[in-house]
């Protein structure tokens, strides 16, 4: 029997989860969704019985299953898409490897009219928030230091302290610094997403009707 690969905190012979393995969603909007998770993730339909679709993008068999329900349900819970921005859960976050994948992927969706709600370099991660066609809300964020150690140094810092939401950033901007051979280094301190002559937005300031 295949064993599971070894996960950071994860130890043998204990009740604790090593990987995300999917998510199930009900909806109304399924042809919607099997577009968009198309190109968002490049996911691919591996059953269709009308009534439940499974999709995946990777290895696993399914990473996305949408249980489609009767339209009239849009109509009788009108608020559903805005409940995350009160209750329940927020997002979901994914790992991209690298910066430049992430805001190479940030231009090829915004060349498809896919935008991210908010764009934030929270001083851990760089992060690039999506809304799927439900109002799922999807983190994708790329790590800013390269170990556990420097991001656990930084959490437990003043900076973080002092602001642990981050600071409000330009994709396009830090693309155009990464093109012009800006290190990650650099590009991961907060500011380096905010275009010369531009407002920082930070922290609390950062949150609004549509970021939160
Ligand atoms: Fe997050």
């Known amino acids: 029997m295949a064993t599971l690969p070894a996960h950071r905190g994860v130890k043998a012979g204990r009740v604790a989860p090593a990987v995300i393995a999917h998510w199930v969603v009900k909806s109304t ?18 059953h269709d019985d009308g009534q439940v679709t499974f999709l995946t993008w990777d290895g696993e068999s399914h990473r996305l299953a949408v249980v489609s329900v009767p339209t009239v349900f849009r109509y009788l819970f009108p608020l559903a898409k805005l409940r995350r921005k009160m ?7 994914f790992t991209v ?17 896919i935008r991210p709600v908010w764009a934030i370099n929270h001083g851990p991660t760089i992060s690039l928030y999506y809304e799927d066609p439900d109002g799922t809300r999807l983190e994708f964020q790329v790590e800013n230091f390269p170990t556990p150690e420097e991001t656990a140094e930084f959490f437990a810092g003043d900076e973080f302290a002092e602001n642990p939401i981050g600071v409000n950033i330009d994709p396009d901007y830090l693309l155009s610094q990464l093109r012009n051979g800006a290190t990650q280094e650099l590009l991961r301190r907060r500011e380096a997403g905010v275009r010369p002559g531009r407002k920082i937005v930070a922290n609390k300031k950062t949150l609004n009707f549509k970021t939160l």
């Open 97 to 113: 490897p690298t910066l430049e994948g992430l805001l190479e992927d940030y231009v090829r969706l915004r060349k498809q009219g």
């Open 87 to 93: 209750l329940g859960l927020d997002h979901i976050a």
């Open 29 to 46: 909007r399924r042809s919607e969704l099997i577009d968009w998770y198309g190109r968002v993730f490049g996911a691919r339909v591996v």
